[in-house]
Every structure is written in structure tokens, then in C-alpha cells.
């Protein structure tokens, strides 16, 4: 009997100025920083969830999350998910 085909999951970097993205948010006790964990916890098994987007003068997928955008790369070779900026959305796409 076959088993049936599981994907593996992806393994979730994040850049270092990302994490000091997060960790501000953290601080100030924003209510919508669980969803933000959450949301970045589901793309190691679903990378491109309903909703994702990518981004049009970009190479970076986005996710949404109320006020709240999660920019992020996919290597299907390595199946890893490298988080690049979490940041509000009036100031997200500013660079």
C-alpha cells in the first residue's frame, strides 16, 4: 500500500533586521503581534497561502496581516523561507 505523498515543511530563516522588526512590536505590547508569529509560523507549511502576493517591482512575496505586512523570499531547491522585513503598512514598502 502507498503511503500518501506528505510535503516536507520549510525551514523558516529570519534576517537579523527582522527580528529587531519583531522584537520592537513585541515591545510595545501590540496586540497583533500573535497573529504575527502566527502567520510567520504557517509559511513553513504552506509558503504561498491564500492572500499572498507578489510584490510588482519586487522579487519578495507579501503577507498580510491587519495592519501589518510580513515581506519574505522562497527557495523551493532548499525549501527555506527567509523572512525579510515585518513592518506596518504605511512604511513597509518605503526603501
Excluded: C, W
Amino acid at each position: 500500500m502507498a503511503t500518501p505523498h506528505m510535503p516536507t515543511k520549510y525551514t523558516l530563516f529570519m534576517l537579523p533586521a527582522a527580528r529587531r522588526q519583531l522584537r520592537q512590536l513585541q515591545k510595545t505590547h501590540n496586540q497583533e503581534v500573535k497573529n504575527i508569529i502566527d502567520g510567520i509560523m504557517s509559511l513553513a507549511e504552506t509558503p504561498r497561502p491564500l492572500g499572498s502576493r507578489k510584490l510588482a517591482s519586487r522579487s519578495e512575496l507579501r503577507i498580510r496581516i491587519g495592519d501589518y505586512r510580513v515581506l519574505y523570499s522562497i527557495d523551493d531547491m532548499r525549501r527555506t523561507v527567509t523572512i525579510l522585513v515585518i513592518a506596518h503598512r504605511r512604511e513597509v514598502y518605503r526603501q
